[in-house]
Protein backbone atom coordinates (compact mmCIF):
# COMPACT_ATOMS: atom_id res chain seq x y z
CA UNK A 1 0.00 0.00 0.00
CA UNK A 2 2.87 2.58 0.84
CA UNK A 3 4.32 1.56 -2.21
CA UNK A 4 1.28 2.82 -4.41
CA UNK A 5 0.89 5.78 -2.32
CA UNK A 6 4.61 6.74 -2.88
CA UNK A 7 4.16 5.61 -6.67
CA UNK A 8 1.21 8.38 -7.03
CA UNK A 9 3.25 10.64 -5.51
CA UNK A 10 5.78 10.70 -7.35
CA UNK A 11 3.37 10.28 -10.78
CA UNK A 12 1.74 13.57 -9.60
CA UNK A 13 4.94 15.41 -8.97
CA UNK A 14 6.48 14.83 -12.62
CA UNK A 15 2.67 15.66 -14.52
CA UNK A 16 2.98 19.29 -15.43
CA UNK A 17 0.47 21.90 -14.08
CA UNK A 18 -2.49 22.59 -15.82
CA UNK A 19 -2.59 25.52 -18.12
CA UNK A 20 -5.51 27.08 -15.85
CA UNK A 21 -3.08 26.91 -13.37
CA UNK A 22 -0.81 29.59 -14.68
CA UNK A 23 -3.07 31.94 -15.73
CA UNK A 24 -4.66 31.83 -12.18
CA UNK A 25 -1.10 33.37 -10.89
CA UNK A 26 -1.31 36.17 -13.88
CA UNK A 27 -5.16 36.67 -13.43
CA UNK A 28 -4.50 36.92 -9.56
CA UNK A 29 -1.38 39.52 -10.47
CA UNK A 30 -3.66 41.61 -12.69
CA UNK A 31 -6.31 41.48 -9.60
CA UNK A 32 -3.58 42.94 -6.94
CA UNK A 33 -2.76 45.52 -9.25
CA UNK A 34 -5.54 46.63 -9.49
CA UNK A 35 -6.46 46.67 -6.03
CA UNK A 36 -2.82 48.99 -5.72
CA UNK A 37 -1.09 45.88 -3.78
CA UNK A 38 2.25 45.83 -6.45
CA UNK A 39 3.97 43.15 -3.67
CA UNK A 40 1.13 40.92 -4.06
CA UNK A 41 0.84 41.67 -7.74
CA UNK A 42 4.87 41.42 -8.50
CA UNK A 43 4.53 38.37 -6.00
CA UNK A 44 1.91 36.37 -8.22
CA UNK A 45 3.15 37.64 -11.30
CA UNK A 46 6.74 35.78 -10.53
CA UNK A 47 5.18 32.73 -9.63
CA UNK A 48 3.42 32.92 -13.05
CA UNK A 49 6.62 33.79 -14.97
CA UNK A 50 8.75 30.95 -12.90
CA UNK A 51 5.96 27.96 -13.84
CA UNK A 52 5.75 28.76 -17.60
CA UNK A 53 9.14 30.42 -18.10
CA UNK A 54 6.79 33.20 -20.56
CA UNK A 55 6.59 36.98 -19.43
CA UNK A 56 3.14 38.66 -20.64
CA UNK A 57 3.86 42.07 -22.59
CA UNK A 58 0.25 42.90 -21.38
CA UNK A 59 1.14 42.66 -17.95
CA UNK A 60 4.41 44.36 -18.08
CA UNK A 61 2.97 47.18 -19.45
CA UNK A 62 0.47 47.25 -16.78
CA UNK A 63 3.45 46.91 -14.35
CA UNK A 64 5.38 49.68 -16.03
CA UNK A 65 2.01 52.28 -15.90
CA UNK A 66 1.64 51.59 -12.57
CA UNK A 67 4.85 52.43 -11.40
CA UNK A 68 4.65 55.34 -13.25
CA UNK A 69 1.26 56.60 -11.62
CA UNK A 70 2.62 55.90 -8.31
CA UNK A 71 6.19 57.49 -8.85
CA UNK A 72 3.90 60.49 -10.15
CA UNK A 73 1.56 60.82 -7.43
CA UNK A 74 4.46 61.15 -5.16
CA UNK A 75 6.30 63.83 -7.55
CA UNK A 76 9.01 61.86 -9.02
CA UNK A 77 9.65 60.62 -12.64
CA UNK A 78 9.96 57.54 -13.61
CA UNK A 79 12.86 57.39 -16.70
CA UNK A 80 12.56 53.54 -16.95
CA UNK A 81 16.38 53.00 -15.41
CA UNK A 82 17.60 49.51 -14.85
CA UNK A 83 17.43 50.30 -11.09
CA UNK A 84 13.98 51.42 -10.79
CA UNK A 85 15.36 54.50 -9.59
CA UNK A 86 12.56 58.08 -10.10
CA UNK A 87 13.48 61.42 -9.86
CA UNK A 88 12.17 64.60 -8.35
CA UNK A 89 12.00 67.80 -10.69
CA UNK A 90 15.91 69.63 -9.52
CA UNK A 91 15.54 72.40 -7.20
CA UNK A 92 15.64 76.30 -8.41
CA UNK A 93 17.05 77.60 -5.57
CA UNK A 94 20.70 77.04 -3.47
CA UNK A 95 21.05 75.29 -0.63
CA UNK A 96 24.06 74.02 1.70
CA UNK A 97 24.59 70.36 2.03
CA UNK A 98 22.57 70.11 5.35
CA UNK A 99 19.77 71.92 4.42
CA UNK A 100 19.32 69.93 1.20
CA UNK A 101 19.52 66.94 3.50
CA UNK A 102 16.91 68.21 5.93
CA UNK A 103 13.95 68.31 3.03
CA UNK A 104 14.79 64.83 2.84
CA UNK A 105 10.79 63.74 4.79
CA UNK A 106 9.65 60.86 3.24
CA UNK A 107 10.77 57.31 3.96
CA UNK A 108 13.01 55.85 0.72
CA UNK A 109 14.23 59.20 -0.39
CA UNK A 110 17.50 60.49 -0.44
CA UNK A 111 20.05 62.78 -2.41
CA UNK A 112 21.13 60.55 -5.25
CA UNK A 113 23.98 58.56 -4.91
CA UNK A 114 27.01 59.19 -7.10
CA UNK A 115 26.12 55.47 -8.94
CA UNK A 116 22.64 56.60 -9.61
CA UNK A 117 23.96 60.29 -11.28
CA UNK A 118 26.47 58.00 -13.06
CA UNK A 119 22.96 55.59 -14.33
CA UNK A 120 21.51 58.69 -15.13
CA UNK A 121 24.50 60.11 -17.66
CA UNK A 122 24.81 57.24 -18.91
CA UNK A 123 21.24 55.61 -19.84
CA UNK A 124 19.27 59.47 -20.51
CA UNK A 125 20.16 61.67 -23.08
CA UNK A 126 21.25 65.11 -22.03
CA UNK A 127 20.32 68.17 -24.21
CA UNK A 128 21.83 71.82 -23.73
CA UNK A 129 19.12 74.23 -23.81
CA UNK A 130 21.06 77.41 -23.10
CA UNK A 131 20.22 77.69 -19.65
CA UNK A 132 21.15 73.67 -18.51
CA UNK A 133 20.23 70.11 -19.83
CA UNK A 134 17.17 68.45 -20.31
CA UNK A 135 17.10 65.06 -19.39
CA UNK A 136 15.28 62.48 -21.59
CA UNK A 137 15.12 58.85 -20.17
CA UNK A 138 14.81 55.61 -22.62
CA UNK A 139 11.03 55.97 -21.86
CA UNK A 140 10.92 59.66 -23.01
CA UNK A 141 10.08 61.03 -19.55
CA UNK A 142 11.98 64.15 -19.23
CA UNK A 143 13.08 66.38 -16.72
CA UNK A 144 15.49 69.69 -16.58
CA UNK A 145 18.60 70.60 -14.36
CA UNK A 146 18.98 74.06 -14.79
CA UNK A 147 22.79 75.91 -14.77
CA UNK A 148 21.72 77.39 -11.31
CA UNK A 149 25.43 78.88 -10.43
CA UNK A 150 26.41 77.68 -7.33
CA UNK A 151 27.45 79.70 -4.36
CA UNK A 152 30.67 79.66 -2.43
CA UNK A 153 31.64 80.27 1.36
CA UNK A 154 33.27 83.92 1.11
CA UNK A 155 29.83 84.37 -0.88
CA UNK A 156 31.04 84.73 -4.47
CA UNK A 157 28.72 82.83 -7.03
CA UNK A 158 29.45 80.91 -10.07
CA UNK A 159 27.49 82.16 -13.01
CA UNK A 160 23.76 81.43 -13.10
CA UNK A 161 22.76 80.24 -16.84
CA UNK A 162 26.38 79.13 -17.64
CA UNK A 163 27.19 76.71 -14.99
CA UNK A 164 25.60 75.01 -11.99
CA UNK A 165 26.40 72.00 -9.36
CA UNK A 166 24.18 69.62 -7.74
CA UNK A 167 24.48 68.03 -4.83
CA UNK A 168 24.98 63.74 -4.41
CA UNK A 169 24.38 61.83 -1.18
CA UNK A 170 28.55 62.10 -0.32
CA UNK A 171 29.25 65.43 -0.13
CA UNK A 172 32.70 64.78 -2.04
CA UNK A 173 30.82 64.14 -5.13
CA UNK A 174 29.27 66.46 -7.02
CA UNK A 175 27.08 66.41 -10.67
CA UNK A 176 28.74 69.67 -12.62
CA UNK A 177 27.36 71.06 -15.90
CA UNK A 178 28.73 73.66 -18.21
CA UNK A 179 27.60 75.49 -21.04
CA UNK A 180 30.23 73.32 -22.95
CA UNK A 181 27.26 70.91 -22.98
CA UNK A 182 29.48 68.78 -20.83
CA UNK A 183 27.80 66.92 -17.60
CA UNK A 184 29.90 65.13 -15.08
CA UNK A 185 30.34 64.03 -11.72
CA UNK A 186 33.12 66.09 -10.39
CA UNK A 187 35.32 64.74 -6.80
CA UNK A 188 35.42 67.43 -4.42
CA UNK A 189 39.02 65.99 -2.58
CA UNK A 190 40.37 69.52 -0.09
CA UNK A 191 38.34 71.61 2.51
CA UNK A 192 35.00 68.81 2.36
CA UNK A 193 33.73 70.93 5.76
CA UNK A 194 34.07 74.02 4.57
CA UNK A 195 32.49 72.80 1.08
CA UNK A 196 29.43 71.75 2.83
CA UNK A 197 28.53 74.97 3.95
CA UNK A 198 28.64 76.28 0.21
CA UNK A 199 25.38 76.09 -1.54
CA UNK A 200 24.36 74.15 -4.78
CA UNK A 201 21.08 72.93 -6.51
CA UNK A 202 19.72 69.17 -5.65
CA UNK A 203 17.52 66.96 -6.63
CA UNK A 204 15.88 64.02 -4.60
CA UNK A 205 15.49 60.06 -6.03
CA UNK A 206 13.58 57.28 -4.83
CA UNK A 207 13.40 53.87 -5.88
CA UNK A 208 10.52 52.04 -7.35
CA UNK A 209 10.67 48.77 -8.17
Known amino acids: MKQILVICIFILSILPINAQNYNEYLEAAQKHLQQGNYEKAQASYNVYVNMTGQTSDDFEKL????KQNVAKQEGFIDFGLPSGTCWAQPST????????KSLINNTGVTLPTP???RELIDNCKWRWTGTGFKVTGPNGNSLFFAANGAEYGDGS?????KRGYYWTSDAYFVLGI???RTVQLLVITN?????????RSYCLCKIFK
Open 63 to 66: LRNH
Open 93 to 100: SLYSYEDA
Open 115 to 117: AQY
Open 157 to 161: KAKKG
Open 178 to 180: YDS
Open 191 to 199: SSTKKRSEK
